[in-house]
């Protein structure tokens, strides 16, 4: 029996990515890995062999850490002789499998990470003594008294409530190079995500009929900003369907399969049949397919873990019941590691790597601190303390010049937030990449470590993240209908990523929050001034940030605020904001009040629809016909 001090199970790119973290730091660990190789997993999925994870080389800007936000599949790594970024296995914007599966075997070997391979996991229990967790494998048995587990995906989810669901072949099972089976048949497809729309742009070319299954509406991932949901390149079937090439998706979830004696497969089907005049009622309907696939998304719940019965989430146990640093929420030490962060996060990108990279750099530095009583990652800025616009303007600058190119924040938003304290006694901190729910739950370690920078305890605490505003608008408005900024007047309608400055004072060991400011958006997601002119709109980010700085920390009042504040303040009025708009804003026509009442007019019924919503102005583009007669005026 061999103990360590900290076990990962799987060598995917989360135990990979966490293993380095451990190796740097010089803390004692192991990895076990199944099978004989690391990434295995890529070496089967996706079916098809093309990865959904961009690699895109080419962005402009030079700096490494913004070129980071654009590569989805490296890791983090420090500058070392011999270091390869994922871009130099590839061109492709998005990229084969295989290739990924070089990365990582060389990742691994480079850094000398220690795997343990061909060591299958059979059952981890808790030793109810002194409380360490006994991993009992094929080979030997381990001990530990800190688990990650990064096995990834571990098996389809399959919907066993469908009688004959059997019947139907996995996706996991798929030939993707057998098309002859399907030429000129008729396919149903059950799921409606990456894994359903990808199989089905596959045999598109090939199947005289393919039907999609979908139990809800698809969910584009442009629309919600979410990765994992369906992306762009897996929704060729979509524009088939709506321009009639016989390929369809169809709203009724199969209730039962039956396999015909010719080896064809009969389909029931509940279609439910309603409007507002007649009551909803369910219709039976049958079809009849030649094959069909079951893609209904995976699993992320080892059975290696059911002696500590682990809690799960909702939708048949597919994903552990996490917090928000990952840790299992009945399972104290156990925690969870690469795309099953998404259990915690369905609006970022902790189910891919390019999200949970950084995950596991908060949660290595939380586990410093939890069990080993290290700092956080921060740094003393060397400014140095003092009641004037010189200190709020080097503060801001340095948040601004951060913002312009984390890559950490830019990926996991909302999810991860940097936090300055700004103490009375001293110098300011600035702590990166911490779980931003976790503070505002009170995590009293998080709290504890963050408040420690302050010697006596007074002193204003900001936590900075970028987020996107779309969740203000009514439901129904597609993202892309915004063409035009939306949060130059209003910043808090900002709908495109922005930064967002949260203002807390340490209060009874908690942080209460004071005020919430944000930002202005701009196109190409950067803060600073160094590309722009001072006067460019897209560049008053960091100006403002100076005004909301001096405004919280010197404690000003909403009547005394400076002009551009203004625009980030509740308290300040629709029509002084656009007032100081013509004052700030260079307006090249500007409309008269006969205008603006033609416009209101115009778009009253939208403005109905409105009234429920945080942020109750139009965006432009919705109604630029409208605009178009107002403009004729």
């Known amino acids: 029996m061999t103990y360590h001090e900290a076990i990962i199970i799987g060598a995917g790119p989360g135990g990979l990515q966490m293993s380095y973290f451990f190796k740097k730091a010089g803390r004692p660990h192991i990895v076990l890995e199944q099978n004989s190789f690391v990434g295995s997993s890529f070496a089967k999925y996706p079916r098809h062999g093309t990865l959904i994870s961009l690699n895109k080389k080419n962005n402009f800007f030079k700096e490494k850490e913004f070129n980071m936000r654009h590569d989805w599949n490296s890791l983090v790594e420090d500058d ?19 290739c990924l599966l070089e990365y990582l075997h060389d990742y691994a070997l480079r850094n000398q990470l220690p795997v343990k391979f061909s060591t299958h996991v059979v059952s981890v229990e808790r030793d109810l003594v002194d409380g360490h967790f006994v991993i009992a494998t094929n080979t030997s048995i381990f001990r530990c008294k800190v688990l990650l587990v990064g096995t990834g995906a571990v098996g389809e989810n399959y919907q066993s409530d469908v009688p004959g669901i059997e019947l139907a072949q996995k996706y996991e099972d798929h030939n993707p190079a057998d098309l002859n089976r399907y030429k000129n048949k008729r396919v149903l497809i059950i799921g409606g995500g990456n894994s359903g729309f990808e199989t089905a742009n596959h045999l598109a070319g090939t199947a005289a009929i393919i039907h999609v299954a979908l139990k809800r509406p698809v969910k584009h991932a442009w629309d919600t900003h979410f990765v994992g949901d369906l992306r762009a390149i897996n929704n060729g079937l979509l524009d088939m369907y709506q321009l009639k090439s016989l390929h369809a998706t169809i709203g009724d979830p199969p209730s039962k399969i039956e396999k015909n004696q010719s080896g064809t497969f009969t389909v029931t089907f509940n279609e439910y049949i309603g409007d507002a005049d007649i009551a909803v009622g369910v219709l039976p309907l049958q079809r009849e397919y030649d094959e069909v696939i079951s893609c209904t998304g995976f ?14 989430k909702e939708n048949l146990g597919r994903y552990p019941q996490i917090s928000p640093t990952w840790e299992s929420v009945n399972t104290k030490n156990l925690f969870f590691i690469g795309g099953a962060m998404q259990g915690r996060d369905r609006k970022a990108a902790s189910g891919f790597i390019h999200g949970f990279r950084y995950n596991i750099q908060s949660l290595f530095h939380i586990l410093c601190a939890r069990y ?23 503060l801001s600058a340095f948040v601004c010049d951060r913002l312009t190119v984390a890559a950490s924040l830019f990926q996991m938003f909302s999810v991860l937030c940097d936090v300055m304290v700004v103490p009375a006694d001293g110098s300011p901190t600035y702590i990166y990449d911490v779980p931003k729910q976790a503070i505002l739950e009170g995590d009293e370690l998080l ?33 892309n209908n915004f063409l035009q900024d939306t949060g130059t007047v209003n910043t808090r309608c900002g709908a495109f990523l922005h930064p967002v400055v949260s203002h807390c004072v340490p209060q009874n060991g908690k942080l209460v929050r004071k005020g919430e400011y944000h930002l202005f958006e701009t196109l190409d997601i950067r803060f600073n001034t160094h590309f722009k002119p001072l006067e460019s709109a897209s560049t008053l980010s960091q100006q403002l940030l100076t005004e909301v700085l001096s405004y919280t920390i010197f404690k000003g009042a909403p009547e005394d605020a400076p002009p551009l504040l203004k625009f980030a303040l509740t308290e300040t009025s629709v ?23 033609m416009w209101k007019s115009l778009h009253i019924e939208a403005q109905r629809k409105l009234l429920s919503s945080e942020c109750t102005h139009v965006p432009l583009p919705v109604c ?10």
């Open 447 to 479: 709290l504890s470590k963050i408040l420690s920078f302050s010697k006596t305890g007074a002193c204003d605490v900001f936590l900075i993240c970028l987020d996107f505003g779309f969740s203000k608008y009514p439901q129904g408005y597609s993202s």
């Open 624 to 633: 630029s016909e409208q605009a178009k007669v107002v403009a004729k005026l």
């Open 372 to 394: 080993w009583d290290q700092p956080l990652r921060s740094e003393k800025l060397s400014i140095a303390p003092a009641k004037s616009s010189e200190f709020c303007e080097k």
């Open 299 to 312: 699993a992320w719940m080892p059975k290696f873990l059911s002696p500590l019965s682990v809690a799960t």
């Open 80 to 98: 070392c002789e011999g270091k390869k970024y994922f871009g130099d296995y590839t061109d492709e914007l998005f990229p084969p499998a295989k």
């Open 575 to 597: 029509e002084e904001k656009r007032r100081l708009f013509r004052k700030v804003f260079p307006v090249v026509e500007e409309w008269s009040s006969e205008q603006r009442e």
